[in-house]
C-alpha cells in the first residue's frame, strides 16, 4: 500500500521536489501529484526504465495498478473544481481500444463517473506502428534487437513474440467537478467492482482551480452562424461564415462555452478566434477519410486550425486563444494533415489551447515568421507536440506544457529553409514515448533555455541536436542554457546502447557551429549524461567540433559524465558531476583507436568537480583524448536527485 506524507499531500512537479526544478519549466495552473506519494489499495508498479512496459511510460517511472474494486486517494493540495487522470487500461484482445468506467468522489461522496477509454493509446510493431496487436512484422528486413538478426534473412526464422514491441499505454480525461472543493479535501478514485478492465492503472492526478468562463459580448459569435454546441451536427461551415464576417466587419470571433463538432480544417488569416477557456470550449472532431487522397498526400483530414500553405503565401495575423482541440487520430499515417495547428502563420499567436488526440498538436510548414506559441497544453499525440518545420523565424515558444507525445515533445527541422532566431524557453516535457523532448535539426541561431524535460522513453534523449532528416547544417550561434533533464538518458534500441541526456549527433553534416551548452543540470541520467556521436556508416566522415560545456550539474548518471562515439572536440568548465556509475569520460572517438589517442578531444577550462566510484570524472589522465573505450558498460543505477 502506497500512503501519503503524513505532512500533508506531495506535490511534484515531473515527479521531483519543485525545489529541484524551481525557476525552469512551464508555470501551470494544476498541481500534479504522483500516483505513487497517494493512499491506495492497489499495487504500486515500477520503477522501470525498460521500454514497452507500464512503468517506463508512467511520470517518475513509477504508477499505481487498481483491480476492480480498488482505489487510489490523493488529498487536494489547493482548492479545486478540476481535475485529469492520467491512466491506463487494456486495449481490446484484436486492438481498437476499450471503455470501462472510474469513479470519482470527493469525501466520500458527490460521486462521478469518469469513462476511460484505450482507443487511443495502445501501438504496436515497428516505425510507423499498428494498431494490431496480433500483427507480424512491419518490416521483416530490418535488423530488430530482440534476436540480433534480420528476420526476413534468418534461417530458422526466428519466434518474435505477440505483441510486438507494445507501447503508447496512457492516455488522460479532465472532469469539472462542479463546485469548488478545498485544500485537504480528498478525492478518490475507484474502479468498479464490475468494471470490464482487467486492470486500470492511474499514473497521476491534476488538480485545478478553473475561473469562470471568458465572455466576449461584441463579436462574431459563431452561434449566430449556426454552429451546434451540444456537437450533434457539424459546424465547420458556421466557423467559415463566422470567421468571413469577423474579417469583414473588423471583429474578433467568439466561441462561447460548448463542444462543436468539426470535421475538417478551419482556414485562418488575418483572424482572432478566441474560446471561453480550453475547459469549456471544446472543438471536437472526427477522422474523415479522404478518396482519393489530397494533393498534399492526407488520406485522411479531420479537426485542425490552419495557416495558408506557404507555397500560397501563408496567412499573418492569426490569433487562436481559450478553447480545446480534440482530434480522433488512432494511427500514425506521416502524409496526414491532422494536426491541432498547421500550415504557415506569421505574425501570430496561439495562446491557452489544450490540444488532444490529433497527429501533431502544431506542425507549422514555413516559411514563416514571428509565431508566438505560449501557455498552450498539448497531450496524448501520435507523433509530436510542436514542429517548426522549414523556416521558421523569429518565434518563441514558451510556457507550454507536453506530456505522452508519441515523437519528439518539441522540435525545430530546418529541412530545406533553415530555421532561425527561435526560442523554446520554461516548456515541460514529459513522457515522450518515443524520441526527444526537444530536438533541434539544424538552424542557426536558436535558443533553447530553462525548460524542463522529463521520462523520455526509448530512442531519443531531453534534448538532442542532430544533423540528421536532411537539415540544414547548423550555423552562426546555439544557446542551450539553463534547462534541467531529469529520467533522460535512453536506450536506443537500434544501436543496442545507452545515449545521453543531451545528445549531439552528427549523421550527414558535420556539427560546428558554436554551441554553449551553459548552466544545465542533468539529474538521474539513465545512461549517460552527455553524449556526442556519430554513425558508424559515416564516423569517418564527420566530426562535432566547437561545443562548449560550462556551468553544468550532473547529478547521478547509469554510466559516464561524456560519452565521445565521434571525432572533434568540446570545452568543459565547471561541470560539476556526482554518483557517477562508470568512467567519467567513455572516450571511444570515431572507433579507429590510432596510437596517437581517440580522435575525440577535451579541454579542461578548470572547475570541473566531483565524479563517482572511479574518482574524478574529468581527471588529468583522461585528457586530451585518451582512449577509454567501453561500447556498453555496466549500468548502475543513480540513486535519486538531492538538493546540490
Not at 94 to 110: E, M, S, Y
Not at 248 to 271: F, T
Not at 519 to 528: I, K, P, R, T, V
Amino acid at each position: 500500500m502506497a500512503t501519503a506524507s503524513a505532512a500533508g499531500p506531495v506535490v511534484t512537479r515531473a515527479a521531483l521536489d519543485p525545489a529541484l526544478v524551481a525557476g525552469r519549466g512551464a508555470n501551470v495552473a494544476f498541481a500534479e501529484q504522483e500516483a505513487e506519494n497517494a493512499t491506495t489499495n492497489g499495487t504500486v508498479i515500477g520503477p522501470d526504465r525498460a521500454a514497452y512496459t507500464l512503468p517506463s511510460e508512467a511520470s517518475g517511472r513509477k504508477a499505481v495498478r487498481l483491480t476492480p474494486g480498488q482505489h487510489v486517494e490523493f488529498v487536494l493540495p489547493a482548492a479545486a473544481n478540476a481535475i485529469n487522470v492520467r491512466y491506463s487500461i487494456p486495449d481490446a484482445p484484436d486492438g481498437g481500444g476499450i471503455t470501462a468506467p472510474l469513479q470519482v468522489t470527493v469525501n466520500g461522496k458527490d460521486r462521478k463517473t469518469m469513462t476511460l477509454t484505450s482507443q487511443y493509446a495502445w501501438l504496436y510493431n515497428q516505425y510507423p506502428f499498428s494498431n494490431d496487436p496480433n500483427g507480424d512484422l512491419l518490416h521483416p528486413d530490418w535488423w530488430i534487437t530482440e534476436c540480433a538478426c534480420v528476420p526476413s534473412a534468418t534461417t530458422p526464422a526466428p519466434v518474435i513474440t505477440k505483441p510486438f514491441r507494445p507501447s503508447h499505454f496512457y492516455d488522460e480525461q479532465r472532469l469539472l467537478l462542479g463546485k469548488k472543493y478545498r485544500a485537504g479535501d480528498k478525492v478518490r478514485l475507484t474502479v468498479p467492482a464490475g468494471s470490464n478492465a482487467a486492470w486500470t492503472v492511474v499514473d497521476l492526478l491534476d488538480s485545478e482551480l478553473v475561473g469562470a468562463p471568458h465572455v466576449r459580448l461584441v463579436a462574431a459569435n459563431v452561434l449566430l452562424f449556426g454552429a451546434d454546441p451540444l456537437g450533434r451536427r457539424d459546424s465547420a461551415d458556421a466557423f467559415d461564415k463566422a470567421i468571413a464576417f469577423a474579417k469583414k466587419s473588423h471583429l474578433k470571433v467568439y466561441v462561447p462555452p460548448g463542444v462543436y463538432q468539426v470535421n475538417r480544417h478551419i482556414i485562418v488569416d488575418n483572424v482572432t478566434i478566441e474560446g471561453a477557456g480550453n475547459w469549456y470550449t471544446i472543438i471536437k472532431g472526427k477522422e474523415v477519410a479522404l478518396n482519393p487522397p489530397a494533393p498534399d498526400g492526407s488520406v485522411h483530414t479531420g479537426v485542425g486550425f490552419y495557416g495558408k500553405d506557404a507555397s500560397a503565401g501563408g496567412s499573418g495575423n492569426v490569433h487562436l486563444s481559450g478553447f480545446t482541440i480534440e482530434g480522433d487520430v488512432r494511427e500514425r499515417v506521416d502524409t496526414d494533415q491532422v494536426n491541432g495547428i498547421g500550415g504557415a502563420m506569421s505574425n501570430s499567436t496561439i495562446d491557452g489551447l489544450y490540444i488532444r488526440h490529433t497527429k501533431v498538436g502544431l506542425w507549422f510548414d514555413g516559411p514563416m515568421n514571428n509565431v508566438k506559441v505560449t501557455n498552450n497544453i498539448v497531450v496524448d499525440q501520435i507523433a509530436d507536440a510542436l514542429n517548426f518545420h522549414i523556416g521558421v523565424t523569429n518565434s518563441l515558444v514558451s510556457n507550454n506544457f507536453v506530456r505522452n507525445t508519441g515523437d519528439d515533445g518539441l522540435a525545430m527541422w530546418a529541412e530545406k529553409t533553415t530555421n532561425a532566431n527561435n526560442t523554446f524557453d520554461h516548456n515541460t516535457v514529459q513522457t515522450p514515448v518515443l524520441a526527444n523532448g526537444i530536438a533541434i535539426y539544424g538552424g542557426k541561431d536558436n535558443t533553447i533555455s530553462n525548460n524542463l524535460v522529463a521520462d523520455p522513453i526509448r530512442e531519443g534523449s531531453g534534448i538532442q541536436v542532430g544533423s540528421r532528416f536532411g537539415a540544414e547544417p547548423f550555423t552562426g550561434s546555439m544557446w542551450i542554457t539553463n534547462n534541467t533533464t531529469v529520467r533522460a538518458g535512453t536506450y536506443e534500441l537500434n544501436w543496442n546502447i545507452g545515449l545521453g541526456a543531451i545528445w549531439f549527433y552528427a549523421l550527414e553534416k558535420n556539427i560546428d557551429a558554436n554551441i554553449q551548452v551553459v548552466g544545465n543540470h542533468f539529474l538521474d541520467n539513465g545512461y549517460n549524461a552527455i553524449m556526442l556521436v556519430s554513425e558508424w556508416s559515416v564516423k569517418d566522415l564527420y566530426s562535432i567540433t566547437n561545443v562548449h560545456f560550462k556551468n553544468i550539474r550532473v547529478d547521478g548518471t547509469g554510466t559516464s559524465v561524456v560519452s565521445a562515439r565521434v571525432k572533434g572536440s568540446a570545452t568543459f568548465e565547471n561541470v560539476d558531476a556526482r554518483n557517477v556509475g562508470a568512467v567519467g569520460v567513455n572516450n571511444c572517438g570515431s572507433f579507429n583507436f590510432p596510437p596517437t589517442g581517440s580522435e575525440f578531444s577535451l579541454t579542461d577550462l578548470g572547475g570541473n568537480d566531483g565524479g563517482g566510484t572511479t574518482g574524478p570524472w574529468l581527471a588529468p589522465w583522461e585528457l586530451p583524448n585518451t582512449i577509454t573505450c567501453d561500447d556498453r558498460p555496466p549500468v548502475v543505477t543513480p540513486p535519486a536527485p538531492s538538493p546540490w
